[in-house]
């Protein structure tokens, strides 16, 4: 079983550079977020979505684009890196009722210099 | 949105049962408990769930207190293994929020 999968798991960027973090789930689950993981901390919630075409912010959405066309799929885009950006990004996909477990993805680790 | 409040950190010796709890004096009525845990360099992962009564499953078992203001986490002979942080939070499957918020998490230090 693939579950939630993460591309990449690690990247670099410089300052000012845009790139895409990639989340796909296989299990069909409607909600599907993304969290930060600053050293040392806890995690904080960027987007999510509730199905396809529907997105919103969480606590810390500010430098960060989403989209949902599918409902395998929800990148997260940075249009321009910045240092305060550096972290460990996570996705996570569950169920739309609050009975379902949150699957996460093995996380992917930003680099911005 | 309702918020849980957890504390910072805990120690356990290995093998001894530990209690770590989480207040959530906001929850409304339809607010499941849910747990996860983080391992080192992992994502977290699902420990248990429920609603109103206490529940059990093969990692551990939740007590909730009678008003829902609060549970506790039960693991009940620590392991090696078990040292991580520890994340209580709410669900609810019909307010119409989805902001599943982590907090910091209790780090659970198991000593051998």
């Known amino acids: 079983n693939a579950g939630v999968t993460q591309t990449p798991k690690f990247q670099v960027l410089k300052t000012g550079q845009s790139m895409t973090l990639q989340c796909a789930q296989d299990m069909n689950h409607e909600y599907m977020s993304w969290y930060r993981q600053d050293p040392g901390m806890g995690l904080r919630l960027i987007h999510y979505s509730v199905g396809a075409g529907i997105t919103d912010q969480g606590e810390v959405p500010n430098g960060y684009n989403v989209s949902r066309s599918t409902t395998e799929d929800f990148p997260l885009r940075l249009l321009s890196a910045a240092p305060s950006q550096t972290s460990v990004y996570f996705c996570?996909?569950?169920?739309?009722?609050?009975?379902?477990?949150?699957?996460f993805g093995e996380g992917s680790r930003l680099t911005v210099l | 949105d309702a918020k849980t409040t957890q504390p910072n950190s805990m120690e356990s010796n290995e093998e001894e049962p530990v209690h770590l709890p989480c207040n959530h004096s906001?929850?409304?009525?339809?607010?499941?408990i849910h747990w996860y845990r983080q391992l080192p360099s992992q994502g977290p992962e699902y420990v248990i769930h429920?609603?109103?009564s206490n529940v059990n499953n093969r990692m551990a078992s939740l007590a909730i207190a009678e008003d829902r203001k609060s549970s506790t986490l039960i693991l009940h002979r620590a392991t090696l293994r078990d040292a991580a942080v520890y994340y209580c939070i709410l669900r609810a499957p019909t307010s119409g929020t989805y902001k599943y918020i982590f907090g910091t998490g209790t780090r659970l230090k198991v000593l051998a």
């Open positions: 429920g609603l109103t």
């Open positions: 906001t929850i409304s009525g339809t607010d499941y």
């Open positions: 996570a996909s569950g169920g739309h009722h609050g009975t379902g477990e949150l699957f």
